[in-house]
C-alpha cells in the first residue's frame, strides 16, 4: 500500500514523510492522547465527566472535568518523548517544562486540549487543537510561521485528525480498532463559498468592516455581493473549521469594541496558529482583519487574536473592507 492510499495507517505515513528526529514521535503522541480524550467523551455521561469542574483556567474561564482530563492526557503522552522540551496549554498558567533527558530535547508542543468546551454536555462535537515548534524552554514565542506542523481533532460522528507539517493536508479518521488511519491524503478548500460563520449576538460590539460584510451577506443577490448566504456556528472552532476544510465557508471571530482590550476571543498561538497554518496549507487564508495571523510575533503564551479564516476569496473581501475601513 503506497503511503497515500486512503486506509494507511497513520504510523506509516508518518514513516513515509521526510521528517526531522522526533517530529514523528511527537505527531504519534498527540494522536494517542487524542485517542484517550476520544474515548473519554464516548462515555462522559455514564462516567461524571460532564458539567463543571470548580476551578478557573488563566483565562478565568469556568473548567470542565473533560478540559482537564484532556490536558493531563497530552500530558501524560509528551513526557513519553525525550525530544520534547515544553508544552504550552490552554489550561495551564505556565508552560510546563518536562524533565531534561538529554540535550536533545528540541520540540515545544502547543494545544486547546479541547476546543469548544462549552459543547460537551450537548453532545455537539468539540476537538483539541495543536502546534508543533521547534526549540527548547526558552524558545516558547515564536511567529506562527515557524511552526513545524499543526493539526486539530474532531470528536463527533467520527473523530478524525488533520494534520498539516505546511505543504498539504491529510485527514485521519480513527478507526474501531484506535488506529488512526487516512481518509484524504491532500484536503482542499474552495476557493469560493456563499457560507460563513460568525457569532451574530456580539452584533453590537462589531467593527465597521464586520458589520459591513455581515450586512452585505445578508442582503444575498440584491447585495453588494451578488449571492444568496448560508450561516452556520458550532461554538466549537474546530467543528466550524472542519466544516470549512471539507465544504468552503469563511470563520469569523473579529475583534469587537468589548473583545478589543483583550486583542480578540480565541487564543493566538494554540488556536488561532495552527488553524491559519491547516487553511494556508489547504489554500485557504487567514487574517486579523488588517493582517496575516501567521506573521504575528507573539508576546505572551496565551495571547490573544482576532481571527478570520476560511476560502481564499472570502477572506479577500473581508480584507479589502478592513483596508477601506483604515
Ligand atoms: P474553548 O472551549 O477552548 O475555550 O474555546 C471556545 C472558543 C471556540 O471554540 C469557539 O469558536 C468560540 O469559543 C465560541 O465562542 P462563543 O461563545 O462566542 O460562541
Ligand atoms: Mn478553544
Ligand atoms: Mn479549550
Redesign the pocket.
Known sequence: MTSTAPGTTLADWLAAQDLRPGLADTVTAIAAACAEISAALRTAPLTGLTGVAGST?V?G?AQKPL?ILSNDLFIKHLAKVPRISSLIS?ELNQAHHFPIQDDTADLIVAC????????IDVNVT??S?FSILAGGRDALLQPGTAQLAAGYTTYGGSTNLVLTFGKSVALFTLDTDDVFRLADPAITVPVETAEYAI?S??QPYWDAATTRYVEGCLAGEAGPFGKRYNMR????????VHRILMRGGV?L?PLDSETAAKGG???LVY?AFPMAMIVEAAGGAAITGPQRILDIAPREIHQRVA?ILGSKAEVERIAKLYAEAG
Open positions: 483556567n483565562q474561564e478540559d490552554e486547546d486540549p479541547l476546543d469548544g468546551s462549552s459543547n468539540v476537538g487543537v457569532n449576538a456580539r456556528w458550532v461554538g466549537s472552532m474546530v467543528a466550524d470563520f471571530y476571543r480565541l487564543r488556536e481571527v
